[in-house]
Every structure is written in structure tokens, then in C-alpha cells.
């Protein structure tokens, strides 16, 4: 069992490797994160990770991933204006948000939207707090990605467990 961490860029030759997505911005919680920002520690990219579908214990999470521009993530921490803590950060902000500050939300909806179309899919453990496994996504399998909170009956587009190797 190898260690090393395999950069975003490199996914193709992870075979036994732990994808480098480790620092993670929360924004939406349920039983664990289901939206955010991850961060490839080999080459800096940022994602907006969105949560696809989990297990009925809410301990495997699979997230599709698309690319922020550079500067999002700092924009993102100027926004929040606190102290990152990493490697998994819930910004105090966003637990008890103010009124004041939910009027300033579509300033981070702005970061949000410059998203390109998602190109990974990652499966992450609520319990050891990394990710497990990644892998491209093709175009084709694109319009298969939304919101696991946007299913109408909680049924992905498509079996994404199946797509990175998992049993249900
Ligand atoms: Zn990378």
C-alpha cells in the first residue's frame, strides 16, 4: 500500500495512490460535507466539489468535482474573512451565519459560478476525512452530474458507487 499522493493532472497513473484533494472549504453540511472547495496539493488546482450521491450511512460520499479559476480559493478566504483551518475548514461564518452576512452570500455564489464543467469524480470518507479514490469523468457522463439534494426521488442520474468500483 503505497502513500503517495497523486496530483488532479496525473489521475490515469494513481493505481494505489490517494488522490492529493486534501484541503477542504466547507459550505453545505449534512452529516458531513456535501459542498465546498477541494484543493490538489500537487499543483494548487481548486474544485467546486458537489456531493452526487453517499451511502445509507452518509459515510462514503461521492463528490463530481469542476475546476475554479486561480485566485478563487483565496477569494474564497478573503470573503470569509477568519482564518482557514486546515486541512478541512467550515467556515464559522457559514455555521452561524447573521443576517448581514447571508446578504452578503452572491459574492461567493459569483466565485461559485466561474465553475468550469465538472471533470472528476471523487469518493471521500466522512471518518477519515480524505479522499479515497478519484477518477476522470468523461464528457459524455457530464449531464449525468447534479446536486444529490436536486434528485426529485434521491435516485442519481447514474450509478456513480458502480462507476469508482464501490458496492452499495
Ligand atoms: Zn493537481
Known amino acids: 500500500m ?6 488532479c493532472k496525473e489521475l490515469q497513473d494513481a493505481t494505489g495512490s ?3 484533494l486534501q484541503r477542504m472549504v466547507i459550505f453545505d ?7 465546498g472547495i477541494l484543493v490538489c496539493e500537487e ?4 474544485y467546486l466539489f458537489v456531493m452526487v450521491d ?9 463528490f463530481s468535482l469542476a475546476p475554479l479559476p486561480g485566485g478563487s480559493l483565496d477569494a474564497v478566504i478573503t ?7 486546515w486541512p478541512i475548514w467550515f467556515p464559522e461564518r457559514l455555521k452561524v451565519p447573521t443576517a448581514e452576512f447571508r446578504a452578503q452570500m452572491d459574492v461567493l455564489d459569483r466565485i461559485i459560478d466561474c465553475a468550469g464543467e465538472p471533470t472528476i469524480i471523487l469518493a471521500w470518507n466522512r471518518s477519515a476525512r ?3 479514490v478519484a477518477k476522470y469523468l468523461p464528457s459524455e ?5 447534479k446536486s444529490w439534494f436536486d434528485l426529485e426521488d434521491g435516485h442519481p442520474l447514474y450509478d456513480w458507487f458502480a462507476y469508482m468500483g464501490f458496492e452499495r
Open 79 to 85: 470573503f470569509f474573512q477568519e482564518p482557514a483551518k
Open 2 to 7: 503505497t502513500t503517495v499522493n497523486c496530483c
Open 130 to 132: 480524505n479522499a479515497v
Open 29 to 35: 453540511w449534512y452529516d458531513g460535507p456535501t459542498s
Open 43 to 46: 499543483c494548487g488546482t481548486a
Open 141 to 145: 457522463l457530464i449531464p449525468m452530474v
Open 18 to 20: 490517494r488522490p492529493a
Open 54 to 62: 453517499w451511502d445509507k450511512d452518509h459515510e462514503l460520499r461521492i
